[in-house]
Protein backbone atom coordinates (compact mmCIF):
# COMPACT_ATOMS: atom_id res chain seq x y z
CA UNK A 1 0.00 0.00 0.00
CA UNK A 2 1.32 3.46 -0.50
CA UNK A 3 2.28 5.42 2.09
CA UNK A 4 0.43 8.93 2.17
CA UNK A 5 2.23 11.73 3.33
CA UNK A 6 -0.67 14.30 2.34
CA UNK A 7 -3.05 13.54 -0.66
CA UNK A 8 -3.00 16.57 -3.14
CA UNK A 9 0.07 17.44 -5.46
CA UNK A 10 0.28 21.26 -7.15
CA UNK A 11 -1.19 20.74 -10.28
CA UNK A 12 1.06 21.25 -13.17
CA UNK A 13 1.43 24.23 -15.40
CA UNK A 14 -0.43 22.01 -18.39
CA UNK A 15 -3.52 21.76 -16.38
CA UNK A 16 -6.71 24.13 -16.12
CA UNK A 17 -5.53 27.01 -13.86
CA UNK A 18 -7.82 26.92 -11.08
CA UNK A 19 -10.72 29.37 -10.39
CA UNK A 20 -10.42 32.28 -8.37
CA UNK A 21 -11.42 31.29 -4.59
CA UNK A 22 -10.39 27.29 -5.39
CA UNK A 23 -8.02 25.31 -2.98
CA UNK A 24 -5.53 24.16 -4.81
CA UNK A 25 -5.32 20.11 -4.36
CA UNK A 26 -1.85 19.72 -4.70
CA UNK A 27 -0.33 21.75 -2.30
CA UNK A 28 2.42 19.59 -0.41
CA UNK A 29 5.03 16.65 -1.02
CA UNK A 30 4.65 12.71 -3.18
CA UNK A 31 2.79 10.35 -2.09
CA UNK A 32 4.77 6.86 -2.57
CA UNK A 33 4.67 3.36 -3.49
CA UNK A 34 7.39 0.64 -2.29
CA UNK A 35 9.69 3.52 -1.25
CA UNK A 36 9.42 5.17 -5.04
CA UNK A 37 7.56 8.26 -6.09
CA UNK A 38 5.10 8.43 -8.93
CA UNK A 39 8.05 10.31 -10.64
CA UNK A 40 9.94 7.52 -10.43
CA UNK A 41 7.63 5.28 -11.86
CA UNK A 42 6.80 6.98 -14.66
CA UNK A 43 10.69 7.48 -15.31
CA UNK A 44 10.80 3.45 -15.44
CA UNK A 45 7.29 2.99 -17.97
CA UNK A 46 10.56 3.61 -20.92
CA UNK A 47 11.87 0.45 -19.65
CA UNK A 48 10.37 -2.44 -21.14
CA UNK A 49 11.90 -5.01 -18.05
CA UNK A 50 10.02 -2.50 -15.69
CA UNK A 51 6.79 -1.44 -17.55
CA UNK A 52 4.43 -3.53 -15.99
CA UNK A 53 5.45 -3.00 -12.39
CA UNK A 54 5.65 0.19 -13.10
CA UNK A 55 2.12 0.11 -14.28
CA UNK A 56 1.16 -1.94 -11.36
CA UNK A 57 2.63 0.42 -9.00
CA UNK A 58 1.01 3.78 -10.45
CA UNK A 59 -2.35 1.89 -10.57
CA UNK A 60 -1.51 1.46 -6.79
CA UNK A 61 -0.94 5.49 -6.25
CA UNK A 62 -3.88 6.25 -8.53
CA UNK A 63 -5.31 9.79 -8.13
CA UNK A 64 -1.99 10.77 -5.91
CA UNK A 65 -0.08 9.90 -9.36
CA UNK A 66 -2.10 12.65 -11.27
CA UNK A 67 0.41 15.45 -11.35
CA UNK A 68 3.56 13.63 -12.28
CA UNK A 69 1.02 12.06 -15.13
CA UNK A 70 -0.08 15.02 -16.04
CA UNK A 71 3.69 16.16 -16.34
CA UNK A 72 4.71 13.54 -17.97
CA UNK A 73 2.61 14.36 -20.95
CA UNK A 74 4.64 16.89 -22.14
CA UNK A 75 7.24 14.14 -22.24
CA UNK A 76 9.12 13.82 -25.57
CA UNK A 77 9.63 10.37 -25.32
CA UNK A 78 6.84 9.16 -27.29
CA UNK A 79 6.63 5.70 -25.72
CA UNK A 80 6.42 7.50 -22.20
CA UNK A 81 3.51 9.55 -23.44
CA UNK A 82 1.39 6.98 -25.30
CA UNK A 83 1.82 5.16 -21.50
CA UNK A 84 1.22 7.65 -19.63
CA UNK A 85 -1.98 8.57 -21.35
CA UNK A 86 -2.73 4.61 -21.09
CA UNK A 87 -2.51 5.02 -17.25
CA UNK A 88 -4.29 7.94 -17.13
CA UNK A 89 -7.33 6.11 -18.52
CA UNK A 90 -7.08 3.04 -16.37
CA UNK A 91 -7.09 5.65 -12.97
CA UNK A 92 -10.02 4.62 -10.66
CA UNK A 93 -11.43 7.23 -9.06
CA UNK A 94 -13.37 7.44 -5.77
CA UNK A 95 -16.34 9.75 -5.55
CA UNK A 96 -14.29 12.36 -3.32
CA UNK A 97 -11.67 12.53 -6.25
CA UNK A 98 -14.10 13.19 -9.20
CA UNK A 99 -13.56 16.86 -9.37
CA UNK A 100 -9.75 16.56 -9.69
CA UNK A 101 -10.66 14.78 -13.30
CA UNK A 102 -13.63 17.18 -14.13
CA UNK A 103 -11.16 19.96 -14.30
CA UNK A 104 -8.76 17.47 -16.33
CA UNK A 105 -11.50 17.83 -19.43
CA UNK A 106 -10.07 21.65 -19.73
CA UNK A 107 -6.60 20.14 -20.28
CA UNK A 108 -4.46 21.98 -23.20
CA UNK A 109 -4.00 18.23 -24.21
CA UNK A 110 -6.04 15.90 -25.68
CA UNK A 111 -4.58 12.96 -24.57
CA UNK A 112 -5.28 13.99 -20.97
CA UNK A 113 -8.80 15.08 -21.76
CA UNK A 114 -9.34 11.27 -23.40
CA UNK A 115 -7.98 9.79 -20.39
CA UNK A 116 -10.26 12.08 -17.76
CA UNK A 117 -13.16 11.05 -20.08
CA UNK A 118 -12.63 7.07 -19.31
CA UNK A 119 -11.97 7.58 -16.04
CA UNK A 120 -15.66 9.49 -15.44
CA UNK A 121 -17.16 6.63 -17.93
CA UNK A 122 -18.10 4.46 -15.03
CA UNK A 123 -20.08 7.48 -12.95
CA UNK A 124 -22.54 7.49 -16.15
CA UNK A 125 -25.52 8.32 -15.11
CA UNK A 126 -25.32 8.48 -11.60
CA UNK A 127 -23.37 11.36 -11.23
CA UNK A 128 -25.24 14.46 -12.97
CA UNK A 129 -21.83 16.35 -12.64
CA UNK A 130 -20.17 13.87 -14.45
CA UNK A 131 -23.05 13.77 -17.44
CA UNK A 132 -23.38 17.48 -18.10
CA UNK A 133 -19.28 17.45 -17.99
CA UNK A 134 -19.29 14.71 -20.28
CA UNK A 135 -21.72 16.33 -22.82
CA UNK A 136 -19.92 19.21 -22.97
CA UNK A 137 -17.05 17.16 -24.01
CA UNK A 138 -18.91 15.73 -26.76
CA UNK A 139 -17.91 18.83 -28.85
CA UNK A 140 -14.46 18.90 -27.52
CA UNK A 141 -11.72 20.79 -30.74
CA UNK A 142 -10.48 17.21 -31.10
CA UNK A 143 -12.77 14.10 -32.51
CA UNK A 144 -11.23 11.58 -30.04
CA UNK A 145 -12.53 13.03 -27.18
CA UNK A 146 -15.40 13.61 -28.56
CA UNK A 147 -16.08 10.07 -29.52
CA UNK A 148 -14.72 9.01 -26.18
CA UNK A 149 -17.39 11.09 -24.23
CA UNK A 150 -20.31 9.82 -26.64
CA UNK A 151 -19.27 6.25 -26.03
CA UNK A 152 -19.26 6.84 -22.19
CA UNK A 153 -22.80 8.29 -22.54
CA UNK A 154 -24.27 5.49 -23.78
CA UNK A 155 -25.70 4.06 -20.73
CA UNK A 156 -27.56 7.43 -20.17
CA UNK A 157 -28.84 6.81 -23.68
CA UNK A 158 -29.80 3.45 -23.33
CA UNK A 159 -31.17 4.63 -20.10
CA UNK A 160 -33.56 7.34 -21.72
CA UNK A 161 -34.29 4.92 -24.30
CA UNK A 162 -35.45 2.20 -21.70
CA UNK A 163 -37.11 5.26 -19.88
CA UNK A 164 -39.23 6.27 -23.05
CA UNK A 165 -39.86 2.26 -23.78
CA UNK A 166 -41.59 1.75 -20.41
CA UNK A 167 -43.72 5.38 -20.19
CA UNK A 168 -44.88 4.76 -23.60
CA UNK A 169 -45.93 1.04 -22.16
CA UNK A 170 -47.74 2.70 -18.96
CA UNK A 171 -49.63 4.83 -20.97
CA UNK A 172 -50.77 3.10 -23.54
CA UNK A 173 -52.05 0.94 -20.14
CA UNK A 174 -52.79 3.67 -18.72
CA UNK A 175 -55.14 4.57 -22.07
CA UNK A 176 -56.57 1.15 -22.30
CA UNK A 177 -57.98 1.00 -18.79
CA UNK A 178 -59.22 4.47 -18.70
CA UNK A 179 -61.55 3.26 -21.63
CA UNK A 180 -62.65 0.16 -19.76
CA UNK A 181 -63.97 2.98 -17.33
CA UNK A 182 -61.13 1.64 -14.42
CA UNK A 183 -60.13 5.15 -13.84
CA UNK A 184 -58.68 4.62 -10.72
CA UNK A 185 -56.08 1.99 -11.96
CA UNK A 186 -55.53 3.91 -14.92
CA UNK A 187 -54.44 7.00 -13.06
CA UNK A 188 -52.21 5.13 -10.85
CA UNK A 189 -50.68 3.86 -13.89
CA UNK A 190 -50.50 7.25 -15.28
CA UNK A 191 -48.88 8.69 -12.12
CA UNK A 192 -46.50 6.26 -12.23
CA UNK A 193 -45.65 6.69 -15.24
CA UNK A 194 -45.01 10.56 -14.56
CA UNK A 195 -42.55 9.91 -11.48
CA UNK A 196 -40.63 8.11 -14.33
CA UNK A 197 -40.59 10.85 -17.04
CA UNK A 198 -41.99 13.98 -15.24
CA UNK A 199 -41.11 16.28 -18.23
CA UNK A 200 -43.18 14.76 -20.29
CA UNK A 201 -46.01 17.24 -21.55
CA UNK A 202 -48.69 15.24 -22.85
CA UNK A 203 -48.32 12.81 -20.78
CA UNK A 204 -48.28 15.03 -17.48
CA UNK A 205 -51.69 16.15 -19.84
CA UNK A 206 -53.28 12.90 -19.87
CA UNK A 207 -52.91 12.28 -16.41
CA UNK A 208 -54.56 15.79 -15.26
CA UNK A 209 -57.31 15.17 -17.56
CA UNK A 210 -58.12 12.17 -16.35
CA UNK A 211 -57.94 13.26 -12.75
CA UNK A 212 -60.71 16.00 -13.82
CA UNK A 213 -62.83 12.83 -14.84
CA UNK A 214 -61.86 10.67 -12.51
CA UNK A 215 -63.10 13.74 -9.91
CA UNK A 216 -66.30 14.26 -12.32
CA UNK A 217 -67.17 10.40 -11.96
CA UNK A 218 -66.57 10.19 -8.38
CA UNK A 219 -69.09 13.26 -8.08
CA UNK A 220 -71.46 11.86 -10.18
CA UNK A 221 -71.25 7.90 -8.26
CA UNK A 222 -72.09 9.95 -4.36
CA UNK A 223 -74.93 11.45 -6.39
CA UNK A 224 -76.54 8.56 -7.57
CA UNK A 225 -75.53 6.56 -4.45
CA UNK A 226 -77.61 9.49 -2.01
CA UNK A 227 -80.81 9.01 -4.40
CA UNK A 228 -80.79 5.13 -4.47
CA UNK A 229 -80.42 4.79 -0.21
CA UNK A 230 -83.23 7.57 -0.03
CA UNK A 231 -85.16 5.35 -2.34
CA UNK A 232 -84.53 2.49 -0.27
CA UNK A 233 -85.97 4.36 2.92
CA UNK A 234 -89.16 5.33 1.05
CA UNK A 235 -89.38 1.80 -0.69
CA UNK A 236 -89.41 2.85 -4.00
CA UNK A 237 -87.02 -0.14 -5.11
CA UNK A 238 -87.24 0.32 -8.66
CA UNK A 239 -85.84 4.01 -8.26
CA UNK A 240 -83.48 2.40 -6.10
CA UNK A 241 -82.15 -0.09 -8.53
CA UNK A 242 -82.13 2.10 -11.45
CA UNK A 243 -79.73 4.69 -9.33
CA UNK A 244 -77.59 2.26 -8.14
CA UNK A 245 -77.07 1.37 -11.89
CA UNK A 246 -75.76 4.47 -12.78
CA UNK A 247 -73.14 4.64 -10.23
CA UNK A 248 -71.82 1.55 -11.78
CA UNK A 249 -71.30 3.00 -14.70
CA UNK A 250 -69.25 5.35 -12.69
CA UNK A 251 -67.80 2.86 -10.66
CA UNK A 252 -68.04 -0.64 -12.26
CA UNK A 253 -65.86 -2.42 -9.51
CA UNK A 254 -67.59 -0.69 -6.47
CA UNK A 255 -68.07 -3.57 -3.71
CA UNK A 256 -70.63 -1.16 -1.94
CA UNK A 257 -72.77 -0.40 -5.03
CA UNK A 258 -72.26 -4.18 -6.38
CA UNK A 259 -74.02 -5.51 -3.50
CA UNK A 260 -76.55 -2.92 -2.93
CA UNK A 261 -77.51 -3.83 -6.69
CA UNK A 262 -77.66 -7.77 -5.65
CA UNK A 263 -79.83 -6.86 -2.53
CA UNK A 264 -82.57 -4.62 -4.35
CA UNK A 265 -82.42 -7.23 -7.08
CA UNK A 266 -83.59 -10.15 -4.88
CA UNK A 267 -86.23 -7.12 -2.97
CA UNK A 268 -87.97 -6.71 -6.68
CA UNK A 269 -88.01 -10.43 -7.05
CA UNK A 270 -89.93 -10.64 -3.72
CA UNK A 271 -92.19 -7.35 -4.83
CA UNK A 272 -92.96 -9.39 -8.19
CA UNK A 273 -93.76 -12.58 -6.42
CA UNK A 274 -95.58 -10.52 -3.54
CA UNK A 275 -97.87 -8.92 -6.50
CA UNK A 276 -98.89 -11.64 -8.06
CA UNK A 277 -99.77 -13.56 -5.00
CA UNK A 278 -102.01 -10.78 -3.83
CA UNK A 279 -103.76 -10.27 -7.48
CA UNK A 280 -104.22 -14.09 -7.83
CA UNK A 281 -105.64 -13.91 -3.79
CA UNK A 282 -108.25 -11.29 -4.88
CA UNK A 283 -109.62 -12.61 -8.17
CA UNK A 284 -110.66 -15.64 -6.23
CA UNK A 285 -112.14 -13.89 -3.35
CA UNK A 286 -113.93 -11.35 -5.90
CA UNK A 287 -115.18 -15.11 -7.72
CA UNK A 288 -116.17 -16.34 -4.49
CA UNK A 289 -113.22 -19.33 -4.20
CA UNK A 290 -112.29 -18.11 -0.37
CA UNK A 291 -110.35 -20.85 0.59
CA UNK A 292 -108.23 -20.75 -2.27
CA UNK A 293 -107.68 -16.95 -2.34
CA UNK A 294 -106.87 -17.84 1.84
CA UNK A 295 -104.54 -20.23 0.51
CA UNK A 296 -102.34 -17.98 -1.58
CA UNK A 297 -102.64 -15.02 0.22
CA UNK A 298 -101.36 -17.09 3.32
CA UNK A 299 -98.17 -18.05 0.65
CA UNK A 300 -97.89 -13.80 0.09
CA UNK A 301 -97.74 -13.65 4.14
CA UNK A 302 -94.92 -16.34 3.99
CA UNK A 303 -93.16 -14.11 1.22
CA UNK A 304 -92.92 -11.55 3.19
CA UNK A 305 -95.15 -11.73 7.06
CA UNK A 306 -94.64 -7.81 7.55
CA UNK A 307 -97.23 -6.98 4.74
CA UNK A 308 -99.52 -5.05 6.23
CA UNK A 309 -101.98 -5.71 2.66
CA UNK A 310 -101.10 -9.03 2.77
CA UNK A 311 -102.17 -9.58 6.67
CA UNK A 312 -105.12 -7.16 5.97
CA UNK A 313 -106.41 -9.85 3.14
CA UNK A 314 -105.77 -13.03 4.82
CA UNK A 315 -107.87 -11.46 7.82
CA UNK A 316 -110.65 -10.66 5.88
CA UNK A 317 -110.98 -14.01 4.12
CA UNK A 318 -110.66 -15.79 7.45
CA UNK A 319 -113.56 -13.49 8.17
CA UNK A 320 -115.82 -14.22 5.51
CA UNK A 321 -115.67 -17.62 5.90
CA UNK A 322 -116.21 -17.84 9.21
CA UNK A 323 -119.21 -15.70 8.59
CA UNK A 324 -120.32 -18.16 6.58
CA UNK A 325 -119.96 -20.55 8.86
CA UNK A 326 -116.88 -22.42 6.97
CA UNK A 327 -113.94 -23.44 8.26
CA UNK A 328 -110.97 -20.38 7.98
CA UNK A 329 -108.60 -22.70 8.85
CA UNK A 330 -108.05 -20.47 12.56
CA UNK A 331 -111.41 -19.36 14.29
CA UNK A 332 -110.85 -15.47 13.95
CA UNK A 333 -113.47 -12.56 15.43
CA UNK A 334 -113.22 -9.23 13.34
CA UNK A 335 -109.37 -8.37 13.29
CA UNK A 336 -107.95 -6.10 15.36
CA UNK A 337 -106.09 -3.53 13.94
CA UNK A 338 -102.61 -4.70 13.28
CA UNK A 339 -99.70 -2.78 14.33
CA UNK A 340 -96.68 -3.72 12.27
CA UNK A 341 -93.08 -2.22 13.08
CA UNK A 342 -91.79 -0.75 9.72
CA UNK A 343 -89.55 -2.71 8.03
CA UNK A 344 -85.83 -1.86 8.69
CA UNK A 345 -84.54 0.57 6.49
CA UNK A 346 -81.11 0.01 4.19
CA UNK A 347 -77.89 1.69 5.25
CA UNK A 348 -75.04 2.14 2.83
CA UNK A 349 -72.62 -1.09 2.87
CA UNK A 350 -75.65 -2.91 4.82
CA UNK A 351 -76.52 -6.62 3.74
CA UNK A 352 -80.21 -5.99 4.22
CA UNK A 353 -82.69 -3.34 3.10
Same mark, same amino acid.
Given at each position: ????????????????????????????????????????????????????????????????????????????????????????????????????????????????????????????????????????????????????????????????????????? %?? /??? #?? &????? +??? @?? !???? =? *????????????????????????????????????????????????????????????????????? %?? /??? #?? &????? +??? @?? !???? =? *???????????????????????????????????????????????????????????????????????
Amino acid at each position: MPTRVVLFLSLCACAAPAQAGETDPYADGPVVYEGKSAKDWIAALADPAKREKARHALRRLGADALPDLLEAVKSRDEVTRDEVARMLGDLKPTENEIPRFLLLLRNEHFEVRRGAVRVLAPFVPANEKVVLALQQALHDRDRAVGEAAEAALKPLAEAEAHKREKTAE %LL /QAM #RE &LALKD +RRE @EA !LRIG =R *DALNLDPNSEPLRIEVERLERRLTASNEAFAENMKVAHKAMELGDWNLARESVQQALKQRPDDPNALRD %LV /QLE #RR &LEVEK +RMK @EL !LAAS =R *DLHRAGKLEEALLLGQQALKVDPQRLEAQDLVNRLRLALAQQGRNPGVHLEAPPPVKVEAEPRAQPGKDEF
